[in-house]
């Protein structure tokens, strides 16, 4: 055999061995298939976080987010230095959404979720804050972080899944109040069915305290009583971001069911205090701003019946009333119809 004909045998030989050996040392390597889905998955959840961050939109002029989205929306290189960016930009929007389980008419209380508390449902990373970094392989135990050097599945599903769980937010500053109208016995009657009776004559007059906000109100003051009534229009708003269509818009006020006495700032025990959903609007909604649809409040003329004792106190209720309602008092729950890490 010529030497030539041998050296390039032996090249060939030294290659193959080589390339064996090489393979051999990463028993884990994923295959083609795999990769694609692990960029296929990346790909979702990029634009699933942009989706969310467009639905922080606050201004239009200039438009502003809560959280900012990703600038660039083909060229993502799936990489350690994205997944800790992307990592970052979804534990910025969890404040900024709803637990869904919170907010139905009645509830007493609309939640804002938090870091701790998504990744503690979902049993994401280290169950408070954190990414897995690398899974648990034999006897090595996982680690945790948000920018792994070697991107794996668990990567990216955990980060799909939280951002899965982003579907409502919330504004406090979409329900505006006009056109308030007041109605009152005038003067005080000297009992209770002498108020009626001058409650159920009196006209709806603009009322001139619009802090007070809508409510129906039976106070005795030294023995004179006084019947009062406020009706106003919500005008609700729809959300300002046009990148996302709205599924559904709830309008929620708060209603607290004020009993008190003259003298003493405590509400007395057992007021029923919740949010009153006084609008649902399914899709599809338009995403204008300022939203056109608007709810009359307050609109009765039937006086609060009587609660069978004398002293100076108040009764009634108060829907988004100062000194009666928590903050927010009016919330405006908006559902997106998201297109990416949707669970469907």
Not at 143 to 165: F, H, K, M
Not at 186 to 210: C, I, L, M, R
Not at 229 to 251: D, F, K, P
């Amino acid at each position: 055999m010529k030497t030539k004909n041998l050296h390039i045998i032996l090249a060939i030989w030294i290659c193959a061995v080589g390339w064996i050996g090489f393979a051999e040392s990463f028993p884990n390597r994923p295959t083609a298939a795999e990769m694609d889905e692990v960029v296929d998955l990346g790909t979702h959840c990029m634009r699933g976080v942009n989706e969310r961050c467009w639905a922080t939109q606050y201004s239009t002029n200039p438009v502003s987010y809560r959280v900012a989205p990703f600038t660039n929306n083909s060229c993502w290189y799936l990489n350690q230095n994205l997944l800790g960016t992307m990592a970052s930009k979804i534990k910025a929007l969890v404040p900024y959404y709803c637990d869904p389980d919170t907010v139905y008419d009645g509830t007493t209380t609309i939640t804002m979720l938090t870091v701790a508390g998504v990744w503690a449902d979902l049993e994401v990373g280290n169950y408070v804050n954190l990414f897995t970094l690398t899974p648990a392989s034999g006897t090595n135990a996982a680690t945790y972080g948000d920018s792994p050097w070697r991107i794996s599945q668990i990567n990216l599903d955990e980060r799909y899944d939280v951002i899965a769980a982003l579907v409502k937010n919330s504004f406090t500053d979409k329900i505006i109040l006009t056109n308030q109208q007041g109605k009152a016995a005038s003067p005080q009657g000297a009992n209770y069915e002498d108020s009626v009776t001058k409650f159920e004559a009196a006209q709806w007059t603009d009322w001139e305290y619009p802090n007070e906000g809508i409510f129906a109100a039976l106070d005795n003051i030294d023995g004179s009583w006084l019947h009062n009534r406020v009706r106003g229009r919500h005008i609700i708003q729809g959300g300002y971001t046009t990148n996302v269509a709205i599924g559904s818009l709830e309008a929620y006020v708060y209603l607290g069911m004020a009993e008190y006495f003259y003298g003493s700032d405590s509400v007395c025990p057992g007021a029923a205090d919740t949010y009153v959903r006084i609008r649902v609007l399914n899709a599809p909604v338009p995403n204008d701003f300022p939203y056109v649809d608007s709810v009359l409040y307050g609109d009765s003329t039937e006086p609060l019946p009587n609660p069978g004792y004398d002293g100076e106190w108040t009764y009634g209720w108060f829907l988004g009333h100062t000194a009666f309602s928590p903050s927010p008092a009016k919330v405006v729950v908006i559902g997106w119809n998201f297109l990416y890490c949707t669970d469907e």
